[in-house]
């Protein structure tokens, strides 16, 4: 009987929602406090039971809508965020919806809200230390995945790279090939594919199985198939195809016919783009609405001073599906002539002084916020560029386009990895490219508050040197 994984255990999975219920019972019980003070919450009262029941009561179907992935081995930091923000969330409203049916709030609107803050905090270290350590018991030997690749080399190499991280939590025992193994791949050959049949019965501890189709061995890769079905072996099969098709794939459906697509776009579900789309309309809402005017009047009083000319600079920039829209940024240099096919340089004679300070410290993209209350920008996205450098850089580099996939952003993942402000160079766009890439393939609610808190720590340390 080989091993399950933590995250397929009854018994981790009762401990998990235990664990949820405890600190959801500290979270509210704090708020309480906060509330009515400790000496009332220490004595529990009728309305600090009734609410910490519903609580419980609530915690169970949440864990079972939004199950927990922390302790699956391909999750990141962003990952956990994303679906701790969604469980409590979810928690909330069915609490909320739980305390209407009973026609008596024991709670007010804020000490719930007081208590899902906290409640959200607490889940979140949580589970972010639990993955930590949890990474470091796989990397000492523990909890192991024992893995066999079939195929060419030249296939499975990026197989190899991410499964040869020891904090995942798989060992890999060899493969099987004809093929010579490439310097990088470290691994024991382990003959052809006719002999895989006679290494799984000698060896029954492996739990997964990666093969590259071969034409030549379909009644062997049958069998191979069958095989791991009856004996409880993952079996992972890799699509063959030329170069430019070889990165992450998305399977789905035409009627009947299985198709491959060449990336996972996370975006075209209409629930992920609701849910960013509401984020980005509340939060720039209340910005224009409260901060901004302030922020416009003051920056615009000095913008006068110091230089002759509009408030606002206005330029056309490529967006979403690559159509064009004005984008809008505090003007922060003299009017001049090669504003729509030269980039800011550091020490760029145009900038006027206050101007150059809003570049430093990103005040100069605050009116963004409009762009993105209009829907022509989003929060979080690529940068998006002046018309003349997409022509330019869309026959240079590869794959360019892609990234107007989404709705170009204030910030982007790009921008907090160091790649953002002057390209002096081919490859500093390429990078820039590469990374808007991953964001577009990669998209969650959770790194998009991630990127977020990163510029936002990047703004206060003025740790970023390509500011200008």
Same mark, same amino acid.
């Given at each position: 009987?080989?091993?399950?994984?933590?995250?397929?255990?009854?018994?981790?999975?009762?401990?998990?929602?235990c664990n949820d219920i405890?600190?959801?019972?500290?979270?509210?019980?704090?708020?309480?406090?906060?509330?009515?003070?400790?000496?009332?919450?220490?004595?529990?009262?009728?309305?600090?039971?009734?609410?910490?029941?519903?609580?419980?009561?609530? %915690?169970?179907?949440?864990?079972?809508?939004?199950?927990p992935l922390f302790l699956?081995?391909?999750?990141?930091?962003?990952? %956990?965020?994303?679906?701790?923000?969604?469980?409590?969330?979810?928690?909330?409203?069915?609490?909320?919806?739980?305390?209407?049916?009973?026609?008596?709030?024991?709670?007010?609107?804020?000490?719930?809200?007081?208590?899902?803050? %906290?409640?959200?905090?607490?889940?979140?270290?949580?589970?972010?230390?639990?993955?930590? *350590?949890?990474?470091?018991?796989?990397?000492?030997?523990?909890?192991?995945?024992?893995?066999?690749?079939?195929? *060419?080399?030249?296939?499975?190499?990026?197989?190899? $790279?991410?499964?040869?991280?020891?904090?995942?939590?798989?060992?890999?025992?060899?493969?099987?090939?004809?093929?010579?193994?490439?310097?990088?791949?470290?691994?024991?050959?382990?003959?052809?594919?006719?002999? %895989?049949?006679?290494?799984?019965?000698?060896?029954?501890?492996?739990?997964?199985?990666?093969?590259?189709?071969?034409?030549?061995?379909?009644?062997?890769?049958?069998?191979?198939?069958?095989?791991?079905?009856?004996?409880?072996?993952?079996?992972?099969?890799?699509?063959?195809?030329?170069?430019?098709?070889? #990165?992450?794939?998305?399977?789905? *459906?035409?009627?009947?016919?299985?198709?491959?697509?060449?990336?996972?776009?996370?975006?075209?579900?209409?629930?992920?783009?609701?849910?960013?789309?509401?984020?980005?309309?509340?939060?720039?809402?209340?910005?224009?609405?409260?901060?901004?005017?302030?922020?416009?009047?003051?920056?615009?009083?000095?913008?006068?001073?110091?230089?002759?000319?509009?408030?606002?600079?206005?330029?056309?920039?490529?967006?979403?599906?690559?159509?064009?829209?004005?984008?809008?940024?505090?003007?922060?240099?003299?009017?001049? #002539?090669?504003?729509?096919?030269?980039?800011?340089?550091?020490?760029?004679?145009?900038?006027?002084?206050?101007?150059?300070?809003?570049?430093?410290?990103?005040?100069?993209?605050?009116?963004?916020?409009?762009?993105?209350?209009?829907?022509?920008?989003?929060?979080?996205?690529?940068?998006? $560029?002046?018309?003349?450098?997409?022509?330019?850089?869309?026959?240079?580099?590869?794959?360019?386009?892609?990234?107007?996939?989404?709705?170009?952003?204030?910030?982007?993942?790009?921008?907090?990895?160091?790649?953002?402000?002057?390209? #002096?160079?081919?490859?500093?766009?390429?990078?820039?490219?590469?990374?808007?890439?991953?964001?577009?393939?990669?998209?969650?609610?959770?790194?998009?508050?991630?990127?977020?808190?990163?510029?936002?720590?990047?703004?206060? #340390?003025?740790?970023?040197?390509?500011?200008?």
């Amino acid at each position: 009987m080989k091993i399950k994984n933590l995250e397929e255990s009854g018994i981790v999975k009762l401990a998990v929602i235990c664990n949820d219920i405890a600190l959801l019972m500290v979270s509210y019980w704090l708020a309480f406090a906060f509330s009515y003070g400790f000496a009332l919450a220490g004595c529990f009262p009728y309305a600090l039971k009734i609410t910490l029941l519903i609580g419980v009561l609530t %915690i169970i179907p949440t864990s079972y809508v939004a199950p927990p992935l922390f302790l699956k081995r391909m999750t990141h930091g962003n990952d %956990i965020l994303g679906r701790s923000v969604y469980t409590v969330s979810l928690q909330t409203l069915f609490m909320m919806t739980a305390m209407s049916l009973i026609r008596h709030s024991y709670m007010t609107a804020g000490e719930v809200l007081t208590g899902s803050c %906290i409640f959200l905090c607490l889940l979140f270290s949580e589970r972010s230390i639990i993955h930590h *350590h949890l990474k470091r018991f796989r990397s000492q030997g523990h909890n192991l995945r024992h893995v066999i690749l079939v195929g *060419h080399p030249w296939n499975l190499a990026d197989i190899y $790279h991410t499964l040869n991280d020891h904090s995942l939590g798989f060992k890999i025992q060899g493969i099987f090939t004809r093929k010579d193994l490439p310097e990088s791949m470290q691994l024991p050959k382990l003959g052809d594919r006719r002999a %895989i049949m006679a290494y799984l019965q000698e060896h029954p501890e492996v739990t997964d199985l990666y093969m590259v189709p071969d034409t030549d061995y379909t009644t062997e890769t049958e069998e191979i198939y069958r095989y791991c079905e009856n004996h409880m072996i993952r079996f992972y099969t890799l699509p063959v195809f030329m170069e430019f098709l070889t #990165k992450r794939m998305e399977l789905s *459906h035409l009627g009947s016919t299985m198709l491959l697509s060449v990336r996972n776009e996370p975006l075209q579900d209409p629930v992920n783009r609701g849910v960013k789309r509401l984020f980005d309309i509340l939060t720039s809402g209340v910005f224009l609405f409260t901060v901004f005017p302030i922020v416009y009047l003051i920056a615009g009083i000095i913008i006068k001073i110091q230089s002759p000319g509009p408030i606002l600079f206005k330029q056309k920039r490529n967006g979403l599906d690559g159509k064009e829209f004005y984008c809008l940024k505090f003007r922060s240099m003299h009017v001049n #002539k090669d504003s729509d096919r030269l980039q800011a340089t550091k020490d760029d004679p145009r900038k006027f002084k206050f101007g150059n300070l809003m570049r430093k410290t990103n005040i100069d993209e605050l009116p963004q916020f409009i762009n993105v209350f209009k829907g022509d920008m989003s929060l979080v996205g690529p940068r998006p $560029h002046m018309l003349l450098h997409t022509q330019e850089y869309s026959r240079l580099i590869r794959r360019y386009m892609v990234r107007h996939l989404v709705k170009p952003g204030i910030t982007g993942w790009a921008q907090v990895q160091g790649f953002r402000g002057e390209t #002096k160079t081919l490859d500093q766009m390429e990078n820039r490219v590469k990374a808007d890439i991953w964001y577009v393939e990669n998209w969650s609610f959770g790194l998009d508050l991630r990127i977020m808190w990163r510029t936002l720590v990047n703004m206060l #340390k003025h740790n970023e040197e390509n500011a200008y």
